[in-house]
């Protein structure tokens, strides 16, 4: 399958050490786990918790609805084998003489446990002869221990994978939830931009009876269909899934809906890490593994990963937010307005005008030798990539020009002529209305004292989201938002690690890189409840020190000062000093890591937004004397 046609379907083979993750997580160490207990039982009774067991691994059936080629159906099977033969060897390893009728009885495992659906016949066929494969694979080890050769020829049993469209079938007709023990998978990897037709149609099928579902990847709909086949069972599943659906917009859509109505608790979360393919063309993305149930447990689990997303550090939770952090299960949804009291932060100026009221700097100086009665009209204009790379970029601001001055000037009546033009060929409605208007910005919302720039767009490697002050006369465009007459204290608590941390958590990606979004990100942000003049001043002197560590490289941009790489030591260091700063406003302790510090932040959030019940007086009872 060529790379274009395996992204737009999401087939990608998911290596073998990440399905370990997630059937480990699952199952296996639960059974692996039962197992060692009845190994270890001295009792009268361990064969026949041991016979038990061996029946418990035969009765168990496994549902793939994404199944692919098979891969996770085929390394649960060959793990199971592997359990089963450590059984049969409790079992009966002491009996050297076992007739071949005898060893060929041995299994009670087999491919008929093993249901799946895939959406193409070629896909289908593979993953049941890659079943078919390992079953001979197993009998292989289990003759060689034995000593006698295991043969399942001819081939009575048969997988059941079912080639269909998984968003548009009954699961129940492919596997009967009672009969159902686990349901998992790797859903296709398709962002919400990159669906076609018939996956957009798929979409509006499943969350047809859930408004707000518009901004949710292709992987969700999976979701939905778990959630209503698992629904009032004890069904455990676990899907791999781009770590999109635990970031952004998407938490509050996706995931309040399967909380409520259908009873979804977040059994284990392995956190984000880097995905890896078998296929070639590797996709470059990164995933989470979520397990879940239509019921509670306890021991829930969050797997965290180092930068190499190899070794996992493992810790227990009470519940586990949709953010595969610790906390409840509040998601965080867009609001217009900031939770805490602190200055208003707003989008920038939008053009809409076609680039013709833009005006690049290797443009600039010939339009003004052309022009010379323009350059009062000419504004800096902050963009989010020049604005981080130094890119000096400008733009034509005509809110204050006369239409006598906009006549006159040859080269701003005919840029205006074009912004006119541009938009009356748009097929939008909007943006033809706004040709009434060519001198202007299609949207208008700049600051008119100083303020806090913030890039809505930025390197995940970079610590900390680079914020900067200007003057009214820099115009702000719509990849940036603007934070008016916001102090160094504003700057300082949003410029820390304990802001980044919450940033990193709940904000959007564009690929990896973080989305800042001010409904999102910065109208959400719980701020230090109580804070003393002392820790206000302390805070304002380390972000002062910031921006003074900035300055002594005028000839660096900010991106080459935030680049972890280059990043100069004057300025780490101020930012450390900064951080521990903020970090005292929230509490005396300090905070061992990021997840502990967004744990701290939901908990606070939860405390912030939680609506105020008046508590009702307790009716005094009539006196009886």
Same mark, same amino acid.
Request: proline share 6%; net charge neutral.
């Given at each position: ?17 990440n ?21 270890a ?11 038990e067991? &061996?029946?418990?691994?035969a009765?168990l &059936?496994?549902?793939?609805?994404a ?20 059984v ?6 002491q009996?050297? %003489? ?33 079943? /078919?494969?390992?079953? &001979? ?5 289990? =003759? ?19 080639? #269909? ?7 129940r ?8 023990s ?21 979409? %509006? ?5 859930? *408004? ?7 992987? *969700? ?18 899907f ?11 938490? #509050? ?53 180092a ?7 493992? =810790?227990?939770? #009470? ?15 867009? $609001? ?23 005006? %690049? ?27 981080? !790379? ?36 748009s ?11 060519? *001198? ?21 490697? $970079?610590? !900390? ?15 940036c938002?603007?934070i008016?007459d916001?102090?160094? !204290? &504003?700057? #300082? ?8 941390? /919450?940033?990193?958590t ?6 990896s ?18 804070? *003393? ?24 941009t ?13 300025l ?7 951080? $521990? ?39 005094? $009872?009539?006196s009886?004397?």
């Amino acid at each position: 399958m060529d790379s274009k046609e395996r992204r737009q379907i999401g087939a990608h083979y998911t290596a073998e050490k990440n399905i370990l993750k997630l059937i480990r997580s699952l199952f296996l160490d639960d059974l692996r786990a039962e197992f060692e207990s009845i190994k270890a039982d001295r009792s009268t009774r361990r064969t026949a918790r041991l016979q038990e067991f &061996h029946d418990k691994l035969a009765s168990l &059936h496994f549902l793939d609805p994404a199944c692919g080629c098979g891969n996770f159906l085929v390394l649960t099977y060959r793990e199971l084998r592997k359990l089963e033969l450590e059984v049969l060897l409790e079992l009966h390893g002491q009996q050297h %003489e076992m007739s071949l009728d005898d060893v060929n009885r041995l299994s009670k495992l087999n491919v008929h446990q093993f249901y799946g659906i895939e959406v193409e016949e070629f896909p289908a066929r593979i993953a049941e002869v890659a079943l /078919w494969l390992t079953d &001979h694979q197993a009998n292989i080890a289990l =003759s060689q221990a034995f000593s006698q050769l295991v043969l399942r020829l001819p081939l009575r049993a048969s997988p059941h994978i079912v080639v #269909g469209n998984a968003l548009r079938i009954d699961w129940r007709t492919v596997l009967p939830p009672e009969q159902c023990s686990f349901v998992l998978g790797n859903p296709p990897f398709v962002g919400k931009h990159l669906m076609n037709g018939e996956q957009g149609a798929d979409m %509006e099928l499943v969350w047809s009876d859930i *408004t707000g579902t518009g901004v949710l990847d292709y992987v *969700t709909a999976w979701y939905k269909r778990a959630a209503e086949y698992i629904h009032h069972t004890r069904i455990p599943v676990a899907f791999v899934s781009t770590n999109s659906i635990t970031q952004g917009e998407q938490v #509050g859509a996706l995931w309040p809906p399967l909380f409520q109505r259908y009873g979804l608790k977040i059994h284990f979360g392995h956190r984000t890490f880097a995905w890896e393919s078998e296929a070639r063309g590797k996709a470059h993305v990164h995933v989470v593994i979520i397990g879940f149930g239509a019921f509670d447990t306890g021991g829930k689990r969050i797997y965290d990963y180092a930068d190499d997303g190899e070794k996992a550090t493992v =810790s227990t939770a #009470g519940n586990i937010s949709p953010y595969l952090i610790e906390g409840s299960d509040v998601a965080i949804a867009s $609001r217009s307005t900031p939770v805490c009291e602190v200055p208003e932060c707003m989008y920038g100026n939008k053009p809409t005008d076609g680039g013709h009221l833009i005006v %690049e700097e290797q443009d600039r100086k010939e339009f003004l030798e052309a022009n010379p009665e323009a350059k009062q009209f000419i504004r800096p204009l902050l963009c989010a990539e020049e604005y981080l !790379y130094s890119i000096p970029r400008w733009c034509l601001w005509l809110v204050d020009a006369s239409p006598s001055e906009i006549r006159s000037i040859t080269g701003i009546k005919k840029r205006v002529e074009a912004v006119r033009d541009f938009r009356l060929a748009s097929k939008k409605g909007p943006t033809r209305e706004m040709a009434n208007q060519p *001198t202007l910005f299609a949207e208008i919302r700049q600051p008119k004292t100083r303020y806090m720039l913030v890039p809505q767009h930025t390197s995940q490697l $970079r610590r !900390y989201v680079p914020f900067g002050y200007f003057s009214p006369n820099h115009i702000v465009h719509n990849s940036c938002s603007a934070i008016p007459d916001a102090t160094l !204290y &504003h700057f #300082g608590v949003l410029s820390s690690e304990m802001h980044m941390a /919450w940033v990193k958590t709940v904000c959007g990606r564009i690929k990896s890189d973080y989305r800042y979004s001010t409904n999102l990100v910065y109208n959400n942000y719980p701020w230090p409840a109580v804070v *003393t003049d002392k820790q206000r001043v302390a805070v304002e002197a380390a972000a002062q020190a910031v921006l003074d560590a900035r300055a002594q490289f005028p000839t660096s941009t900010l991106a080459d000062l935030y680049d972890p790489l280059t990043m100069p030591a004057p300025l780490l260091k101020s930012h450390q000093e900064l951080d $521990r700063a903020v970090d005292r406003c929230y509490r005396p302790e300090p905070f061992p890591s990021d997840r502990h510090r967004v744990e701290y932040l939901f908990a606070l959030y939860e405390k912030i937004t939680a609506p105020l019940i008046p508590t009702q007086k307790k009716r005094r $009872r009539a006196s009886t004397k």
